[in-house]
């Protein structure tokens, strides 16, 4: 139901779009956490459901399962971006959170490759499937959910925290990697201690859920359903496919930022274990350390792309990817200390930052609210599946051949191709669909009695 701020046509106060964004904000990091944690643990239990062997092949298992965690994303992208242009974007999201909660609570009990043989890496794949389903729903949702709540002028500033709260569930996960590698040893972590963090995820996913219950829903969308006197017009696959520029641009939009990311955030881990040669637990704080200052960054880029816009931005993260990732990558293969490791990684996640900070509010800004959550999500879960999930398998691949040097050039050139389309897309926030459905929903009605309607057929 539109609350009585929206009947009136007043915008929500500050403390109402915060209270929102902290709210939507926390399930998203709950889902990145579960999501994240079998990357920073599959170090530990990538021995447990796979034969004992070749360590950088059991790896390779692991990221294997990781990148068909990511093939599913598209279907999740479509059935949740669906769900939330039809039922709204909090069925949406509490529903997703369920969902990764139940994921994480099937790997915490799952026996391991000893017990079960075959079965074992077969149900992993289910479990991670199921994740991923869920993950492929939530980025479309949560982007078009923090998006549509911010105020207007800020909303660069606000969906920032979709990355905020992303990258902060990556650090809760290496967080809990760190504190169970001080009170556990070596041997207990291989054994049983990395089914703590899945056990974690699950209870905190549970109440998230209930959380996510008490979100106010987004006005846009109670706009959007007010204007369709149809529920299939909302969330169209058909609709979607008359915009086929916008789709484009969110693929291209996502190709470069979503490798780099990847590359610098979930890989860089292994990257320094496996070839630098770093230690593990000098590893892990190096990530933590690197990732808390770019959690402190996106808000701050989020507000200036407010002041200046989103495309000079994603500009500088195009050129900075394209010429910068094969020296960068290069510096930390050959770093001999923790400290030029840990600046080479930062000066990456600078880089980075351009793209993850404002991606969000980009894509949300190109379509209208009743295909948003589709149109954000599901070309975004495409890309993602092919070319975000498949980074650590590629990197390892390629290293396992010897030839890690070519994965460098492969990352750069996706910055290439992104930065290609940051030229011609022109800026999203000077046509935006947020804009035009802002000053919709605070126009002036001389007929209350038609306020009261539009109300109504909202709830």
Same mark, same amino acid.
């Given at each position: 139901?539109? *609350?009585?701020?929206?009947?009136?046509?007043?915008? $929500?106060?500050?403390?109402?779009?915060?209270? #929102?964004?902290?709210?939507?904000?926390?399930?998203?990091?709950?889902?990145?956490?579960?999501?994240?944690?079998?990357?920073?643990? *599959?170090?530990?239990?990538?021995?447990?459901?796979?034969?004992?062997?070749? $360590?950088? /092949?059991?790896?390779? #298992?692991?990221?294997?399962?990781?990148?068909?965690?990511?093939?599913? !994303?598209?279907?999740?992208?479509?059935?949740?971006?669906?769900? /939330?242009?039809?039922?709204?974007?909090?069925?949406?999201?509490?529903?997703?959170?369920?969902?990764?909660?139940? =994921?994480?609570? =099937?790997?915490?009990?799952?026996?391991?490759?000893?017990?079960?043989?075959? &079965?074992? $890496?077969?149900? &992993?794949? %289910? %479990?991670?499937?199921?994740?991923?389903?869920?993950?492929?729903?939530? @980025?479309?949702?949560?982007?078009?959910?923090? *998006?549509?709540?911010?105020?207007?002028?800020?909303?660069?500033?606000?969906?920032?925290?979709?990355?905020?709260?992303?990258?902060?569930?990556?650090?809760?996960?290496?967080?809990?990697?760190?504190?169970?590698?001080?009170?556990?040893?070596?041997?207990?972590?291989?054994?049983?201690?990395?089914?703590?963090?899945?056990?974690?995820?699950?209870?905190? /996913?549970?109440?998230?859920?209930?959380?996510?219950?008490?979100?106010?829903?987004?006005?846009?969308?109670?706009?959007?359903?007010?204007? *369709?006197?149809?529920?299939?017009?909302?969330?169209?696959?058909?609709?979607?496919?008359? @915009?086929? !520029?916008?789709?484009?641009?969110?693929?291209?939009?996502?190709?470069?930022?979503?490798?780099?990311?990847?590359?610098?955030?979930? @890989?860089?881990?292994?990257?320094?274990?496996?070839?630098?040669?770093?230690?593990?637990?000098?590893?892990?704080?190096?990530?933590?350390? %690197?990732?808390?200052?770019?959690?402190?960054?996106?808000?701050?880029?989020?507000?200036?792309?407010?002041?200046?816009?989103?495309?000079?931005?994603?500009?500088?993260?195009?050129?900075?990817?394209?010429?910068?990732?094969?020296?960068?990558?290069?510096?930390?293969?050959? /770093?001999?200390?923790?400290?030029?490791?840990?600046?080479?990684?930062?000066?990456?996640?600078?880089?980075?930052s351009g793209y993850t900070s404002i991606n969000a509010v980009v894509k949300a800004e190109l379509f209208p609210a009743r295909i948003r959550a589709l149109g954000v999500g599901l070309p975004y879960a495409l890309t993602v599946a092919i070319f975000g999930g498949t980074t650590e398998y590629i990197?390892?691949?390629?290293?396992?051949?010897?030839?890690?040097?070519w994965f460098f050039f492969y990352v750069a050139g996706a910055g290439l191709v992104s930065l290609l389309v940051y030229l011609f897309m022109g800026e999203s926030s000077s046509r935006s669909h947020l804009e035009r459905e802002?000053?919709?929903?605070?126009?002036?009605?001389?007929?209350?009695?038609?306020?009261?309607?539009?109300?109504?057929?909202?709830?």
């Open positions: 139901m539109v *609350s009585q701020q929206q009947e009136m046509g007043e915008a $929500p106060s500050g403390r109402s779009v915060a209270g #929102n964004v902290i709210r939507g904000s926390l399930g998203n990091l709950i889902e990145w956490y579960d999501w994240y944690v079998y990357a920073a643990f *599959s170090i530990y239990f990538a021995s447990v459901f796979f034969p004992s062997g070749n $360590p950088t /092949a059991q790896l390779l #298992n692991t990221a294997g399962i990781f990148a068909v965690g990511f093939l599913i !994303r598209p279907l999740g992208g479509w059935v949740f971006g669906r769900y /939330a242009d039809r039922f709204g974007r909090r069925a949406a999201l509490t529903l997703s959170v369920t969902m990764m909660g139940a =994921g994480s609570l =099937g790997i915490a009990v799952l026996p391991g490759y000893e017990q079960i043989g075959a &079965l074992a $890496p077969i149900l &992993l794949v %289910a %479990a991670r499937l199921l994740q991923g389903l869920s993950l492929g729903g939530e @980025y479309g949702t949560s982007a078009t959910y923090l *998006s549509e709540v911010a105020t207007p002028h800020r909303r660069g500033f606000y969906s920032s925290f979709q990355y905020v709260t992303l990258t902060s569930g990556q650090l809760l996960a290496l967080g809990v990697q760190i504190v169970l590698q001080q009170i556990l040893t070596p041997e207990q972590m291989h054994g049983w201690g990395w089914r703590i963090a899945f056990v974690i995820g699950a209870v905190a /996913a549970v109440t998230v859920m209930w959380l996510r219950r008490t979100m106010d829903e987004s006005a846009n969308f109670e706009l959007a359903v007010s204007e *369709s006197a149809e529920t299939t017009e909302r969330g169209s696959l058909r609709v979607l496919l008359s @915009y086929p !520029r916008e789709c484009l641009t969110v693929v291209g939009l996502t190709l470069g930022g979503t490798i780099a990311f990847y590359t610098f955030t979930t @890989y860089m881990q292994k990257f320094m274990i496996n070839t630098t040669g770093l230690p593990k637990e000098q590893v892990t704080w190096i990530n933590f350390v %690197a990732l808390v200052l770019f959690v402190v960054i996106q808000p701050l880029f989020g507000a200036l792309s407010d002041r200046i816009g989103r495309r000079p931005l994603l500009i500088a993260f195009g050129c900075g990817a394209t010429l910068f990732t094969v020296p960068l990558l290069t510096a930390v293969s050959r /770093a001999d200390s923790a400290l030029t490791a840990f600046c080479l990684m930062l000066l990456g996640l600078l880089i980075v990197a390892l691949g390629l290293k396992s051949i010897g030839h890690e040097n802002e000053r919709e929903l605070h126009a002036v009605d001389p007929e209350p009695a038609n306020i009261v309607q539009v109300s109504g057929s909202a709830s």
